[in-house]
T-cell receptor, first 117, second 116 residues
Framework: GAVVSQHPSWVICKSGTSVKIECRSL??????MFWYRQFPKQSLMLMAT?????????EQGVEKDKFLINHASLTLSTLTVTSAHPEDSSFYIC?????????????FGPGTRLTVT | AQTVTQSQPEMSVQEAETVTLSCTYD???????LFWYKQPPSRQMILVIR??????QNATENRFSVNFQKAAKSFSLKISDSQLGDTAMYFC?????????????FGTGTRLKVLA
């Protein structure tokens, strides 16, 4: 149980275009999901906390107009990288905490590798 | 603000040997959770072990155990009988126990290589 999927697993896009990444909790509901960014050989950097039915909470230094987050249901959160540039190339990981309090840890998706050319 | 420090960027261990990865953290909270996650080359984050701060007993999961020293704010991971499949990045993470808040603070990671 407690599986989180991400789609796509990798994507290549041209500079200036937008790309959407989906994060789904497959067997549990999650009011709260998280989006991380990870550069090669570095740790996970929290970008934002996604809350179902409300606006996301962004970490300091993260451009909310560039990284649009929509948490439209209890099993789906999306991250849209708008007007992507090569410096946005990175590995993006989502995670979710199951509702109901039966566990407090986060479950992670497999990640999405974004390359902007 | 809470911080998590992993002072060993890279470590190596011979297969079947034991290795300890260190993690220290700084917090003024009394109730919190600590985790060790493994990230193999596939980059899928896998939970290795977790510890609740209110529990004095150190957590154990098969070959993995922790040495939790609350007063010293230390949370080290011991891997016994190391296996080639243990080769991965290991991240220590801190989470406050505030209701409704599940935000992690990660350390910088330790790259562990198990040698045949």
């Amino acid at each position: 149980g407690a599986v989180v999927s991400q789609h796509p697993s990798w994507v290549i896009c041209k500079s200036g275009t937008s790309v959407k990444i989906e994060c789904r909790s497959l067997d549990f509901q999650a009011t709260t999901m998280f989006w991380y960014r990870q550069f090669p050989k570095q740790s996970l950097m929290l970008m934002a906390t996604s809350n179902e039915g409300s606006k996301a909470t962004y970490e300091q230094g993260v451009e909310k107009d560039k990284f649009l987050i929509n948490h439209a249901s209890l099993t789906l959160s999306t991250l849209t990288v708008t007007s992507a540039h090569p410096e946005d190339s990175s590995f993006y990981i989502c995670s979710a905490s199951p509702d109901g309090g039966w566990t407090y840890e986060q479950y992670f998706g497999p990640g999405t590798r974004l390359t902007v050319t | 603000a809470q911080t998590v420090t992993q002072s060993q960027p890279e470590m190596s261990v011979q297969e079947a040997e034991t290795v300890t990865l260190s993690c220290t953290y700084d917090t003024s909270e009394n109730n919190y959770y600590l985790f060790w996650y493994k990230q193999p080359p596939s980059r899928q984050m896998i939970l290795v072990i977790r510890q609740e701060a209110y529990k004095q007993q150190n957590a154990t999961e098969n070959r993995f155990s922790v040495n939790f020293q609350k007063a010293a704010k230390s949370f080290s991971l011991k891997i016994s009988d190391s296996q080639l499949g243990d080769t991965a990045m290991y991240f220590c993470a801190f989470m406050r126990a505030t209701s409704g808040t599940y935000k992690y603070i990660f350390g910088t990671g330790t790259r562990l290589k198990v040698l045949a």
